[in-house]
């Protein structure tokens, strides 16, 4: 299923759920800039129609026409929209840059896929045991930072060598699901962002090619926040699709949740898979405060009855990770489904039928492997997870070639090394590659960027760059580059790229050179 939708490129237009109003009156062209404002905010607009596509009723001819009204404005220099794995770190930057800053995010905390896929962190260094070479920490700054924070609570394995399974990656980084929304909640707050939890993003208000400011809707009403930049990190690219920037849906991956299970051992679960001679991954670090214990297993061919079927028919994957005793932080299944997981009513059949697959993970634990007769269901995600839903149209696509063979850019703003296909494909020599700048720019509009599962074309290469560090990576570029365009007034392509580059290197951002 593609969607593919471009920009008005020199009318004015208020996007909002997926319809728009174009002006086009010549009275309104020459208003001034405060009737215009006004204007733009009592514009109608139907709420929650999906982009895309018209909805079933609206295709009918059965639709409600919501009256104009005045909303509330709040002014920022920049937002971000989402506070997940890069919306957390784009919005510290750009506080940091100095910037006033709002996070949107429609939960109540932030984390997004570091919280609610449950997994490790992949990756904070380059591939070096695969290839004996030299050891590098090469995704630093925020990122990092926020790793240290977690160590000081106890909610982190730390970089936890592989030890098996390194041709994977060199290191396993767990976290403590929890703390690290309560981690990066305080952090944000400390460095003083506008914070808006519980918050919908649901249009874009825009003129010609840059965006004025966004509609978001809460529990205190419906609101326009205006700003001089916008980041997107809704992983959906909804900020974008409402802007008008040019997007695909290729559905190229299965959805997903994870469940953590209670009452269960991972040494244990490990000394199973030996003794079935499947070992996998295996990575010892930091576990209820003691140091070398067990914080990673999996299994490579698996072979046991029932257990190997069972777990085939439901997606499951046999590797997980833990930082605390008697709890498996997350075992995974996938489920395929048959179009984007921007059909509402579609992922409602999925959110149902991974709820049913979790179940039955759970039971196959406690009936095949020993120690985990009285697992338990301890944790999910409130909502499945995706890795990839809309594809937004950057100034530059990476590309598979650029990923592999470790090219690197004039105007990149971090450095990353890990491959989520690993072994079958790797980053050469156990190096890294640049991420541009230009491939977070939003193509089409001038004070949008993109970061995280939103950006990259290629499958290839979009199985290194949507990975968590990696997108965290994006977020500093991304957060940093729009407070240093609002602090400047101007668009993203009009910012040089080494006052960008030099705010990167005093926030402790790595490059290779």
Not at 75 to 104: C, E, H, N
Request: charged share 20%; hydrophobic share 40%.
């Amino acid at each position: 299923m593609t969607t593919t939708m471009m920009r008005p490129s020199k009318k004015t237009t208020i996007s909002l759920g997926g319809r728009s109003r174009v002006i086009q009156d010549s009275k309104e062209m020459s208003m001034d800039r405060r009737e215009f404002s006004k204007r733009m905010l009592m514009a109608g607009a139907g709420a929650g129609l999906a982009l895309g596509a018209a909805p079933a009723a609206l295709a009918s001819g059965d639709y409600y026409e919501e009256p104009a009204r005045k909303l509330p404005v709040r002014r920022f220099d920049v937002v971000v929209a989402g506070a997940g794995t890069a919306g957390v770190v784009a919005a510290l930057a750009a506080a940091r840059q100095g910037a006033k800053t709002a996070l949107i995010e429609g939960k109540g905390y932030p984390g997004g896929t570091v919280t609610e896929g449950g997994t490790a962190l992949h990756s904070f260094y380059n591939l070096w045991k695969a290839f004996d070479v030299e050891k590098r920490l090469v995704v630093q700054g925020i990122p990092q930072e926020l790793i240290d924070r977690l160590m000081k609570v106890g909610a982190c394995s730390g970089h936890a060598e592989m030890s098996q399974g390194f041709n994977y990656d060199s290191v396993c980084t767990c976290i403590d699901t929890e703390m690290y929304k309560l981690v990066t909640f305080e952090m944000l707050v400390e460095a003083g962002v506008s914070v808006f939890v519980n918050t919908l993003l649901t249009g874009a208000i825009v003129d010609g090619g840059r965006v004025r400011g966004v509609i978001v809707e809460s529990r205190s009403g419906r609101e326009a926040f205006y700003a001089k930049s916008f980041v997107d990190c809704t992983a959906y690219g909804d900020l974008a699709a409402y802007a008008g920037a040019e997007y695909t849906e290729p559905n190229d991956y299965p959805v997903c949740n994870s469940v953590g299970m209670g009452n269960v051992c991972i040494d244990t679960y490990h000394a199973f898979l030996q003794a079935n001679n499947a070992v996998g991954q295996l990575a010892k670090g930091m576990r209820s405060g003691q140091p070398d214990q067990i914080v990673r297993a999996g299994a490579e061919r698996l072979d046991v009855p029932g257990l190997t079927e069972g777990a085939w028919a439901i997606g499951m994957s046999m590797v997980t990770t833990t930082v605390h005793d008697n709890y498996l932080m997350f075992i995974k299944c996938n489920f395929k489904m048959s179009v984007s997981p921007t059909d509402r009513d579609a992922v409602a059949q999925a959110e149902l039928e991974i709820r049913k697959r979790m179940a039955q993970a759970v039971e196959l634990f406690r009936r095949y492997v020993p120690g985990c007769e009285k697992a338990f269901m301890a944790r999910t995600s409130p909502k499945l997870c995706i890795r990839r839903a809309r594809l937004i149209k950057c100034d530059y696509d990476i590309t598979h070639e650029d990923v592999i063979e470790g090219r690197h850019f004039e105007d990149e703003i971090m450095v990353y090394g890990f491959h989520d296909s690993a072994p079958r494909l790797q980053i050469k020599d156990g190096g890294t590659y640049g991420f541009p700048y230009r491939a977070q720019r939003v193509a089409g509009i001038e004070n949008l960027l993109a970061a995280g599962m939103l950006i990259t074309s290629n499958h290839d290469a979009h199985m290194s760059t949507r990975n968590t560090v990696c997108s965290m990576g994006q977020g500093q570029g991304a957060g940093t580059a729009a407070a240093l365009c609002a602090a400047r007034n101007c668009g993203t392509r009009d910012l040089p790229y080494g006052v960008l580059r030099d705010a990167l290197n005093q926030a402790g951002v790595y490059f290779e050179s």
